[in-house]
């Protein structure tokens, strides 16, 4: 099944049509097709059938910032292959328009725009996403073009003919002249032309060699009432920028814990669950070995790989396994706990904010010898991982050695019922109750004189519920029966009793969830490791002799409102 897109339609956010460009078929009308896809419940469905548009129509989308890309077609084709599409497009507008992307940039711009569609797809088919290709056959803008020259930047793109102008990747708010001709808006570039690598520009030349891997990983994890992890995620992305002239041919190795074995339950095979690749990299290299990325990267910054990390203990699967060092236990910086339900009318919550610099497996014996810091020329045994040197800082905080635990702060929920949340009374840092979202956010500091943030804070408060709560309200009787009224904790003292003899339950304003949000620099809860990044002089080409690139490495934990704690009312 071949994915074929009809149109490809952009609205703002409000709901403004800025782009429509048609491949083939015949798609809605802009008007037609809002209509139809805002008639359904928010928040929209990724992929909605419209059964009303004439003829039937199946719409996917992707929200951006503030845009809505859609992208449609009345065949069946394949899902997956639109949407990923769809974010093609956005990285592509964003290489060559600018980041952030806005409505006014693609207008402005139209010129340039209309020649990437038409290039990216060709009759409907998918056929060119890669921006390094698009610069070869992509022009700008005449006024642009003028500019380039007044700075002394080369106008055409070498080896191309004198029609086709230079493109910049940030050629933002480019000013469009007389409307282009059909044959400008898509030229027709020669097959010699076209750069031998689909993802790297020809002739690539850096003054500065520097080579730099970041690894981002987004934590997700939900505890029972009791405390036990029911769901433990981390998302990863493997972020590469190669600054490096000619066409280099890269290898990085990456390690985890349990080492690079391919056996089912262990190493980085186990760590690194459903992993997506760039076309660079080679798949039959990761499969007999698995840790190395060996490939010939694009110029500048892309992602290269992508990843799911399940996290919680083995056992907690399939029964019980020995346990494998750090592997057997779930380790997380920060971790939240509620009481709520304290007090003498039942309305006050009590927070507990717990956190632990004690990251396993940041141990380095070669720090303690007094070896200097670098990355490693190759590979090392899994177990001691090399120190990393980072642009302008060295090992300073943040760094493998010493994770940074920051911007830590703790969101609490409550009901829409409730009318305020008062008498805040924090151990330390700040709260404070937001009456439009009805959350509570407390944000906790984490610098202090010693470097040491780990401990207990807490957070005490009291809940207030709508004035004709006890007096006018009637009881609800659905929470009545899941929760039955006790005259200790669910009701005021002296509270007047509402018709029927029963006393209302103060349990539906109570939060039943509390997350916790941070950041740490440094450290990844899966313990990926980059053990080495080289390069194969022998098969890399126009590098030229004795070039050492500048190599560094960064690892980063993001988990917004990512720990989550249920609570259990008594």
């Known amino acids: 099944m071949t ?31 809002r209509s139809s896809f805002f008639s359904h419940p928010t928040p929209q469905s990724s992929v909605l059938y419209l059964a009303d548009l004439n003829p039937p129509t199946t719409a996917y989308s992707i929200w951006h910032a ?21 974010r093609k497009v956005v990285d592509i507008f964003e290489d060559f328009l600018g980041s952030p992307l806005l409505s006014n940039k693609i207008e402005e711009n139209y010129e340039v725009v209309a020649q990437l569609l038409a290039e990216v797809c060709d009759g409907g088919i998918i056929c060119n996403t890669e921006p390094n290709a698009l610069r070869e056959t992509v022009e700008v803008s005449s006024t642009l073009g003028r500019l380039f020259d007044q700075v002394g930047i080369p106008r ?4 191309s003919p004198p029609s086709q102008q230079f493109l910049t990747p940030y050629s933002s708010r480019a000013v469009i002249g007389a409307s282009p001709s059909l044959s400008s808006l898509r030229p027709t570039p020669t097959l010699s032309n076209q750069p031998s690598i689909p993802w790297r520009k020809a002739n690539v030349k850096h003054t500065s060699n520097e080579l730099y891997v970041d690894i981002l990983e987004s934590l997700s994890v939900i505890h029972a009432p009791s405390g036990r992890p029911i769901s433990a995620r981390a998302t990863g992305s493997i972020l590469f920028t190669a600054k490096i002239s000619g066409v280099p041919e890269i290898v990085l190795s990456l390690s985890a814990p349990g080492g690079t074995s391919i056996a089912k339950h262990s190493g980085i095979s186990r760590t690194m669950a459903l992993p997506s690749f760039h076309p660079c990299v080679r798949l039959n290299r990761w499969k007999e070995k698995p840790g190395e990325l060996s490939f010939v990267p694009p110029d500048g910054k892309f992602m290269l790989a992508g990843y799911e990390v399940d996290l919680l203990p083995y056992s907690l699967h399939h ?6 060092g750090s592997e057997g236990k779930l380790f997380l910086p920060a ?3 509620l009481r709520a339900g304290l007090g003498s009318s039942g309305m006050d919550f009590e927070a507990k904010l717990t956190l632990n610099t004690n990251y396993p497996g940041i141990s380095r014996p070669d720090l303690a010898a007094g070896r200097p810091a670098g990355l490693a020329s190759s590979r090392t045994n899994s177990a ?40 805040f009374r924090p151990s330390r840092g700040d709260a404070a109750f937001n009456l439009a979202t009805k959350i509570v956010e407390w944000k906790v500091p984490t610098s202090t004189k010693d470097g040491s943030v780990s401990g207990t804070a807490t957070l005490k408060g009291t809940i207030a519920g709508p004035l004709d709560h006890d007096a006018d309200q009637p009881a609800d009787p659905t929470m009545e029966e899941y929760y039955p009224s006790s005259p200790t904790h669910d009701t005021d003292a002296g509270a007047p009793t509402p018709a029927g003899g029963k006393k209302r339950s103060k349990k539906h304003l109570l939060p039943r969830t509390i997350s916790t949000t941070f950041t ?12 080495a990044l080289t390069i194969d002089t022998r098969k890399s080409k126009g590098l030229g002799d004795g070039v050492k690139p500048y190599k560094g490495v960064k690892y980063l934990c993001v988990s917004r409102r990512g720990v989550e704690r249920r609570v259990a009312l008594s």
């Open 156 to 159: 055409f793109v070498t080896g």
């Open 335 to 337: 971790t939240v706990d």
């Open 66 to 86: 503030n845009l809505l890309l859609v992208a449609t077609c009345s065949a069946d084709t394949q899902t997956l292959a639109i949407l990923e599409f769809l």
């Open 3 to 33: 994915a074929s897109i009809e149109a490809l339609y952009i609205f703002d956010d409000q709901r403004q049509n800025v782009l429509e460009h048609i491949y083939t078929g015949r798609p809605p009308r802009p008007v037609e097709l």
């Open 520 to 531: 740490v620099k440094g450290w990844l809860p899966s313990g990926i490791k980059v053990d």
């Open 384 to 423: 001691h991982h090399s120190p990393f040197t980072f642009p302008g800082v060295g090992q300073q905080s943040g760094t493998t050695g010493t994770p940074t635990l920051e911007a830590v702060s703790v969101i609490i929920p409550f009901p829409s019922e409730v009318r305020n949340v008062m008498d």
């Open 319 to 324: 029964g019980t396994l020995p346990s494998r």
